[in-house]
Nanobody
Framework: QVQLVESGGGLVQAGGSLRLSCVGS????????MGWFRQAPGKEREFVSG????????DYADSVKGRFKISRDNAKNTMYLQMNSLKPEDTAVYFC??????????????????WGQGTQVTVSS
């Protein structure tokens, strides 16, 4: 099976940091665009950050720009999201995703075929 599995979520105080990981299996994602999305209760899933098959191609939601950093290690088939200066409004379930076709950075959920199950991030005030 093709799978993406997130890890690294948890409870952190405002101003703290977390590093999320997304490990792929079943296929290589070295040429895929990958991204992070999040969904808070009662809200729609929103784009957080994305990275293309070239790591130099990245994008961030305005709400996280300057605080979050996306990266990938294709040798490990893994993507990361370093989250710094966390705010209570960052609280959500975070999902990783990957395209099925070679791709530059993508920001629309419809661009992604593969999705992880999500990891909870809770930021206390």
């Amino acid at each position: 099976q093709v799978q993406l599995v997130e890890s690294g979520g948890g409870l952190v105080q405002a101003g703290g940091s977390l590093r999320l990981s997304c490990v792929g299996s079943g296929r290589t994602f070295s040429n895929s665009a990958m991204g992070w999305f999040r969904q808070a209760p009662g809200k729609e899933r929103e784009f957080v950050s994305g990275i293309g098959w070239r790591s130099s191609s990245t994008d961030y939601a305005d709400s996280v720009k300057g605080r979050f950093k996306i990266s990938r290690d294709n040798a490990k088939n893994t993507m990361y999201l370093q989250m710094n200066s966390l705010k209570p409004e960052d609280t959500a379930v975070y999902f990783c995703a990957a395209t099925s076709w070679p791709s530059d950075v993508r920001t629309r959920p419809s661009s992604y075929l593969y999705w992880g199950q999500g990891t909870q991030v809770t930021v206390s005030s």
